[in-house]
């Protein structure tokens, strides 16, 4: 399906109305599925507060994005051997979603972390990836409704406490290889030493330990042999992770702009990794040397979620990092040459969610003025702070929500937002969809105890153009390609992956707020094979397929 890198030229003007507003739809969607660890009132163990991602993601080909979701366990259930599995719900095209998940095949139990998505084996149909506290699964996509599980066939063997993971085509072979970020070498079977009540304490109180001072698990390139298997290849492709950091979050993303797959990876409480491509695979770790490994500071910070994309419209990918409370998530502005500079305090974002322990994160144009917007998801990990009158409490508000001023500076919205999208919960995953296929984004929360948080985008009012883009020369999905739409004398860049923010899979498609513009006066599409398509004249309001074959056309939504 898709995965396509954008640029858009967009002209904004100062008077186009700038709001946002989120309605929270969960009841009416028919979703209910909970992601339960361990107790709600007590976390004895540091996997018991981490998990909980959702894929958006168009399983049946019928047009609709759908959704599937992780979902954590508890030692008593891991003892018994019943831990629930994901969920996965199918868009009905009129804003319920049905639980699908045993029809689909996806009975393999275990204790869920996060969600990927691509179409690894380029058929055609989006297979699913999921990162679990124990083994891995690889679903391969039958065509037909339903999912194989192909882990032991395919050759991936990802046995520890798996995060994050995303595919990209990162040798130029026209497959997907995959990366998968881990955590600790600790689980149900492998206890830390300390649980809560022991030697570790938050604000006073006796807390799990860890990260610091727990193992850490090593990192896990798989190198996609174009036969529908893998080959784990991570000391060879240099991304091999040697110092076992904590990798939570973790992004795709032409950094340098050389048209080849970077890799960026948050790490929990150690500095983070950018993985820069060589062209070929191969990798050199350049976090420290491109400024993206700590803050502007110098510090090690808790990275969460991690995102990349060009909020300046400057042509430059550049990166976001959530963190832990009492402490700001970065803004690394690319400054080209692989050099970044953190611009957090300059763009107003230090302040506002100070107190919050961030997760989820992506950049989005919520308003469709043509600036990428951002947001973050937040909720503790310590269950005692509930109630607390401090300001640090366990629930939080589920999105701090930041409009793009347009001249380099974000400003917090959350509020007129509406009160749905800071309704407090206990965040963990994010991911964007347009799940009602009227143009704009919507955003689903997974959250922990709790069902997710389905926010319906009802305040956009900016024109739009969406694009779902099919390689042929190159992976199916297209993921790498690159897209640049010019209306007027203004270009915004985006890069479309599927893996964004942190254990979560976001729609594939290309999203471009118009602010008033009624058209693209050019789009072109930059394929991972090489080749180039340039389309004139097209107008906004409308969703396309741009297919390396057979260029660009209305694309059909079945049912709508």
Same mark, same amino acid.
């Given at each position: 399906?898709?995965?396509?890198? /954008? ?9 186009? &109305?700038?709001? *946002? ?18 107790? &709600? ?10 998990? +909980? ?24 259930? %891991? ?35 996060? *969600? ?8 055609? %149909? &989006?297979?699913?990836? /999921? ?5 891995? *699964?690889?679903?391969?996509? $039958? ?15 990802? &046995? ?6 995303? #595919? ?5 072979? +026209? ?22 009540? +022991? ?23 798989? =190198? ?5 298997? #893998? ?29 080849? /797959?970077?890799?960026?990876?948050? $790490? ?71 050099? #970044? ?24 144009? /919520?308003?469709?003025?043509? %600036?990428?917007?951002? *947001? ?103 993921? +790498? ?29 290309? =999203? ?49």
């Amino acid at each position: 399906m898709l995965g396509a890198s /954008l640029a858009v030229v967009l002209q904004a003007t100062p008077g186009t &109305p700038r709001r *946002v507003r989120l309605t929270d739809v969960t009841a009416a969607s028919r979703i209910t599925a909970r992601n339960d660890t361990g107790r &709600p009132d007590r976390k004895d163990y540091i996997f018991e507060v981490k998990g +909980g991602g959702v894929g958006a993601f168009d399983y049946d080909g019928d047009g609709w994005v759908d959704l599937v979701f992780s979902r954590g366990s508890s030692m008593e259930q %891991w003892r018994r051997g019943d831990n629930p599995g994901p969920a996965l719900y199918r868009n009905r095209r009129d804003g319920t979603f049905e639980d699908v998940t045993r029809r689909a095949g996806l009975d393999r139990g275990g204790w869920g972390v996060g *969600v990927a998505v691509a179409d690894y084996d380029n058929d055609g %149909w &989006p297979d699913l990836y /999921l990162t679990n506290l124990g083994p891995d *699964v690889l679903y391969r996509n $039958n065509g037909n409704g339903t999912f194989t599980d192909v882990t032991e066939r395919a050759g991936i063997r990802a &046995p520890g406490w798996s995060s994050s993971a995303a #595919f990209g085509d990162f040798d130029g072979d +026209g497959h997907l290889d995959l990366y998968v970020a881990a955590y600790l070498d600790v689980g149900p079977d492998a206890l830390p030493q300390d649980r809560a009540g +022991g030697s570790c304490s938050y604000v006073g109180a006796p807390v799990l330990c860890g990260p610091r001072g727990l193992p850490g698990a090593r990192d896990l390139y798989f =190198h996609n042999d174009g036969d529908g298997t #893998f080959t784990e290849q991570s000391e060879a492709s240099g991304a091999s992770d040697e110092k076992r950091y904590f990798g939570l979050g973790v992004v795709t993303a032409d950094v340098d702009g050389d048209r080849d /797959l970077d890799i960026y990876v948050g $790490n929990d409480a150690t500095p983070n990794y950018l993985f820069v491509n060589r062209g070929n695979g191969r990798f050199d770790e350049r976090g420290f040397e491109s400024g993206t490994a700590v803050s502007g500071d110098g510090n090690e910070q808790a990275s969460m979620g991690v995102d990349a994309a060009d909020y300046d419209n400057d042509g430059r990918l550049d990166l976001y990092a959530t963190h832990f409370a009492n402490d700001y998530s970065t803004l690394y502005r690319n400054l080209g040459d692989l050099l #970044f500079e953190d611009v957090t305090v300059r763009a107003h974002l230090r302040a506002p969610a100070w107190a919050f322990v961030k997760w989820g994160t992506a950049f989005l144009d /919520l308003d469709q003025d043509g %600036w990428k917007d951002l *947001v973050h998801v937040n909720g503790h990990v310590y269950p005692h702070l509930r109630g607390s009158a401090g300001k640090e409490t366990y629930e939080q508000p589920a999105l701090t929500v930041y409009l793009n001023d347009r001249d380099g500076t974000f400003r917090d919205a959350s509020e007129e937002a509406g009160p749905d999208a800071t309704t407090r919960v206990v965040g963990r995953g994010l991911a964007y969809a347009d799940l009602d296929n009227d143009g704009d984004l919507d955003v689903v929360v997974a959250c922990l105890d709790a069902r997710p948080i389905v926010l319906r985008n009802d305040g956009a009012p900016g024109r739009w153009l969406m694009l779902r883009a099919v390689g042929r020369s190159g992976n199916r999905d297209a993921i +790498g390609a690159r897209i640049t739409v010019r209306t007027g004398t203004r270009t915004q860049v985006w890069e479309v992956k599927r893996t964004v923010g942190i254990y979560s899979a976001s729609d594939p498609r290309a =999203h471009f707020g118009f602010g008033e513009a009624p058209k693209a006066d050019v789009v072109r599409v930059e394929w991972p094979g090489g080749k180039v398509d340039e389309f004139r004249d097209v107008p906004a309001g409308r969703h396309y397929l741009v297919d390396e074959a057979k260029g660009l056309s209305p694309e059909p939504l079945r049912g709508r």
